[in-house]
């Protein structure tokens, strides 16, 4: 069993912003989001393997960056697959993803235009 979308990243550190605000309205303050890297890696016991998604979109609140999931993978490399993020807003992008793939070793790409205020046809 492969596990193609998973999240790292812990609430006030990585999620924040109006994503949390209305997480909380919607849910309550005892409302948990995220999960801490011994947490997912506890969690991943029951894969073969899995997929581990950064995700960069400050126009909500989140930023699980490039090098936060490239070291967590690089600790797990026989079970872990690290893919990038990048905001398709800011200018540096490309380069941001040359970065994560060539130098980071991050193997695709996680976008979330809803989150990120684009639109992917446009």
């Given at each position: 069993m492969i596990d193609c979308h998973t999240h790292v990243g812990e609430a006030?550190?990585?999620?924040?912003?109006?994503?949390?605000?209305?997480?909380?309205?919607?849910?309550?303050?005892d409302l948990r989001l995220g999960v801490s890297l011994d947490e997912h890696w506890q969690a991943m016991a029951a894969v073969e393997a899995a997929i581990v998604l950064a995700f960069v979109a400050p126009a909500v609140g989140f930023d699980v960056p490039n090098e936060y999931v490239a070291d967590y993978v690089r600790a797990h490399p026989d079970k872990l697959i690290g893919f990038a993020s990048v905001?398709?807003?800011?200018?540096e992008a490309p380069d941001q993803l040359h970065h994560a793939v060539t130098s980071l070793g991050l193997r695709g790409l996680k976008l979330g235009p809803i989150y990120q205020h684009f639109d992917p046809l446009g």
């Amino acid at each position: 069993m492969i596990d193609c979308h998973t999240h790292v990243g812990e609430a006030g550190v990585h999620i924040g912003g109006a994503f949390l605000d209305d997480a909380r309205r919607a849910w309550g303050d005892d409302l948990r989001l995220g999960v801490s890297l011994d947490e997912h890696w506890q969690a991943m016991a029951a894969v073969e393997a899995a997929i581990v998604l950064a995700f960069v979109a400050p126009a909500v609140g989140f930023d699980v960056p490039n090098e936060y999931v490239a070291d967590y993978v690089r600790a797990h490399p026989d079970k872990l697959i690290g893919f990038a993020s990048v905001d398709p807003n800011d200018r540096e992008a490309p380069d941001q993803l040359h970065h994560a793939v060539t130098s980071l070793g991050l193997r695709g790409l996680k976008l979330g235009p809803i989150y990120q205020h684009f639109d992917p046809l446009g």
